[in-house]
């Protein structure tokens, strides 16, 4: 298990409805990696929270009883936390997503929502993370990759893989052809992403099925051709992006 396999995540979830709260933190709770710390109802309450307890993330309703989510994330700005926020609210007016854009919300989901839904999200901000958490240099394809890795999650991203795939497995598969600078075997795949061979198959099948692969064969001494993969490029040059989700 390396690193970002044991790191779990701290949240915070925050909204004026005590019974959405508990409702939202057992979404998260049921989420790997994600654990939730604390509940608040408050913006002073949240913000009570983050004085002593910071955390990795924020799922945040813009409907408080004191001061409108997008408030507190200013003041916590201009208080130097950096804690990431994705909006989990059922303001729908434009102004107020575009605030959200503006003030650096990672994501923003609309009330009401399914669990599978949050999860998507969680499971972007994970991927999100475990790249971002290596440091380093990127070039502009990385960068490209990073800012979309939220941004590319719709309201219906769970319909866009199937049952039982998981979006950050996806983006770790894709990440690693990538970065492979040649074809791999599936074996090779599974190797390297820590992952068991039949599940390292299940998502070459799937992006060989919707052309984000371009599949080789190679045959050995014994006559049967080894199945290898290889991250298609677009028409312009650039890499294909992986199935949302």
């Known amino acids: 298990m390396n690193t970002f396999d044991a790191k779990v995540f701290d949240v915070l979830v925050v909204d004026d409805d005590m019974r959405v709260a508990r409702i939202n933190a057992a979404y998260v709770a049921k989420v790997p990696g994600f654990r939730v710390s604390a509940q608040a109802h408050s913006a002073a309450e949240a913000l009570s929270v983050l004085e002593t307890h910071p955390v990795d993330l924020i799922l945040l309703d813009q409907y408080l009883p004191d001061e409108n989510g997008l408030d507190l994330v200013r003041r916590l700005r201009e208080r130097g936390h950096r804690t990431d926020v994705i909006m989990v609210t059922a303001a729908r007016d434009l102004a107020t997503v575009q605030d959200a854009m503006r003030l650096g919300a990672l994501q923003y989901l609309v009330k009401p929502f399914t669990f599978a839904g949050l999860r998507t999200r969680l499971e972007a901000y994970a991927a999100l993370r475990r790249t971002l958490d290596t440091g380093g240099e990127a070039e502009q394809a990385e960068v490209d990759r990073i800012f979309g890795t939220l941004a590319a999650v719709g309201a219906d991203a769970p319909n866009h893989l199937p049952k039982g795939h998981s979006a950050a497995t996806a983006d770790l598969v894709r990440r690693i052809l990538l970065d492979a600078g ?64």
């Open 182 to 245: 040649g074809p791999l075997s599936t074996q090779q795949l599974a190797d390297r992403a820590g992952i068991s061979r039949q599940t390292a198959q299940r998502y070459l099948k799937l992006l060989d099925r919707t052309g984000r692969v371009t599949l080789a064969l190679r045959y050995g001494e014994t006559g049967r051709p080894e199945h290898r993969y290889r991250w298609r490029p677009t028409a312009t040059g650039r890499t294909a992006e992986p199935p949302a989700g």
